[in-house]
Every structure is written in C-alpha cells, then in structure tokens.
C-alpha cells in the first residue's frame, strides 16, 4: 500500500534540515530505497516534509535504520515533531513546462 508521510517540526529550521539530509546522504541513497519522492519547506511556523512511500514497512525502516540515527549525529530529535499518513490513491507528475 503506497503511503504518503506529513511531518511537521516546528523546532527545526531549514538549516537544521540540510544538516540532517548530509547525514542522511553517507549512509545512502536521498531519497532512499521504498520512498517515490521527498518535499520540504517551511509551512505555518514549522518545517514540513512530505514523503511518499511504497509501503509503511519501508517508511518504518528507514525511520529506525538511517532518520534516527541522522537526527542523533545533528544533535537533533523528532521528538516535537507531528506526524501523519494517508493512503495514496493517486500519483500524478507532469512533464517539464519548456
């Protein structure tokens, strides 16, 4: 089931943020295996990031295997954050305006 991830941090900055996706990047691919795409920026006071994944096991994973411990090497915690998830019925992309 394709699920897509709201995350709201109102304790993180986009500073905060670019140093969380560094960390990410050594320990692998961004976004990473089972995730469809990654959106971030600044929404209602706090740092949103919405995530589409191509199920909640993959999500799950790579929170406990590569987030968590990226969060820890910046110095930072979800701990503030607010989540939520919905099942995707539809992804649509189109193509470039040229």
Not at 14 to 21: A, C, G
Not at 24 to 32: D, R, T
Not at 38 to 48: C, H, K, T
Not at 54 to 75: N, T, V
Request: proline share 6%; aromatic share 8%.
């Amino acid at each position: 089931m394709t699920t897509c991830l709201i995350v709201d941090n109102a304790d993180e900055t986009r500073e905060q943020f670019e140093r969380v996706m560094e960390h990410l990047a050594e320990s692998g691919p961004v976004p990473p295996a089972g995730a469809k795409v990654l959106i971030a920026g600044p929404a209602d006071g706090a740092w949103r990031v919405i995530s589409v994944w191509d199920s909640p096991d993959a999500m799950q994973r790579f929170f406990g295997e590569r987030l968590a411990p990226a969060y820890g090497k910046a110095g930072l915690s979800l701990d503030g954050a607010s989540r939520s998830t919905f099942e995707v019925h539809t992804v649509a992309q189109g193509g470039e305006a040229g």
